[in-house]
């Protein structure tokens, strides 16, 4: 008797990997010709044949799982395996057609015939009628262009082609029946996923030291950092897309289903290239306005500094100035550059500073924040995200912050 047919359908795979590169569902799903319902069922059914989720919800589409990553590497072998063998012994050199047609019913009557010789003893080695097994050969023969078998008088004789295809539905079996074991190999390892949103400028070094721990201690954890502003950042972590944020908080915040945890302080200061003029005397506010800066984006609490700083003491903002999102974008612009920038750092920020650059002699007040983590709701945290924050807590106490 034939093996059985695997776990996953070749539907399944092509939805899988889909998903996995469009990562949408709708952009998925047209790639795939199917409806999004249709699309939409056949990966849930994939799901619960393998008792896993394979996607999640996330900031830019379906996210992975970690369980979902080891299966979609799989099936990417298999797709790419279906497209060697119609580029090579198949010699097919127009559009695919196997990864997108073939159906495991057709390759898994290929390799019986291949094997037994007849249709007759294919079908009943694979414990179907004989009808079925011609109709699943027929099927083949619509869209692979190689003659298959040369009848003779005592049975079927293979041609390279149906031996290239009864070769690769072996191969296929080989793939898919390696997942359970895959995936059971995780064991009591922790898995799921730790989707960061990063308010600019303030514990960015510290959260992607946390994940570089995470990543040795944790491998099938999977990890995400998304930059964005607060107010995108929270409707993301409303909708699930992400886990949590962390930047300065709001303290309060505005929105009250948001829950704030404070982690350290860090401080608000200019930096200049330290062979800049404005580290030789102390200049006024007035003076300052007239430099070029480097500031956040509208609607961040460092930008809101920034005015309030100027208008404190009676003069206007400067309008000619260049906005950053990224701390490690506005450091090497200082460098590259006469401009001063208002940047958020901490002790072991500060000491991370690059040497071509340095802290203005000019006392802020009120120059203090609140850096932490903000969460929706009052659900306690999943474990891969449990332990990011403990990782991430035992950094800010490694790096004396307070």
């Not at 300065?248 to 009250?256: A, G, I, Y």
């Amino acid at each position: 008797m034939e093996r059985p047919l695997p776990v996953l359908s070749a539907r399944h795979v092509r939805v899988i990997r889909a998903l996995s590169e469009h990562r949408r569902l709708s952009d998925a799903a047209e790639s795939a010709a199917m409806s999004q319902p249709a699309f939409s069922r056949t990966l849930h059914d994939a799901e619960a044949r393998l008792g896993v989720t394979l996607f999640q919800r996330g900031w830019s589409g379906s996210e992975p799982t970690a369980m979902g990553d080891i299966v979609i590497e799989q099936c990417r072998r298999i797709t790419l395996d279906l497209e060697a063998v119609e580029r090579g012994p198949l010699r097919h050199d127009g559009p695919l057609r196997l990864p997108n047609l073939a159906r495991w019913r057709h390759l898994r009557a290929v390799a019986a015939v291949v094997r037994h010789g007849s249709v007759s003893a294919a079908a009943r080695a694979l414990g179907v009628s004989q009808p079925s097994v011609s109709q699943a050969l027929g099927d083949v023969a619509g869209y692979v262009t190689p003659e298959l078998f040369i009848r003779r008088k005592v049975g079927m004789e293979p041609t390279e082609a149906a031996r290239a295809l009864a070769a690769l539905w072996d191969r296929v079996v080989a793939t898919l029946a390696d997942i359970p074991a895959l995936l059971a190999e995780t064991g009591d390892a922790l898995v799921g996923r730790v989707s960061v949103g990063m308010l600019p400028f303030s514990g960015q070094g510290l959260v992607l030291e946390a994940f570089g721990e995470i990543t040795r201690t944790h491998p099938h954890v999977h990890l995400v950092a998304v930059p964005g502003g607060y107010d995108t950042l929270v409707e993301a972590l409303r909708r699930g897309e992400i886990d949590l944020i962390i930047g300065v908080l709001r303290d309060p915040s505005p929105f009250p289903e948001m829950v704030e945890e404070h982690l350290y302080h860090e401080d608000y200061m200019m930096i200049a290239r330290a062979d800049h003029p404005v580290h030789h005397s102390r200049p006024g506010m007035e003076e300052l306005a007239g430099e070029q800066w480097i500031v956040a984006p509208h609607g961040t609490p460092i930008r809101a500094f920034f005015d309030r700083m100027f208008r404190a003491a009676g003069t206007i903002p400067p309008a000619q100035s260049a906005e950053m999102f990224s701390f490690s974008n506005a450091e090497q612009m200082i460098a590259a550059s006469r401009s001063i920038a208002l940047l958020c750092y901490g002790r072991s920020g500060l000491r991370r500073l690059p040497p071509e650059l340095r802290p203005v002699d000019i006392r802020l007040p009120g120059s203090r924040v609140s850096i932490g983590v903000t969460r929706y709701g009052e659900e306690p945290p999943t474990e891969a995200v449990a332990e990011f924050l403990r990782l991430l807590r035992a950094r800010v106490r490694e790096a004396g912050e307070e």
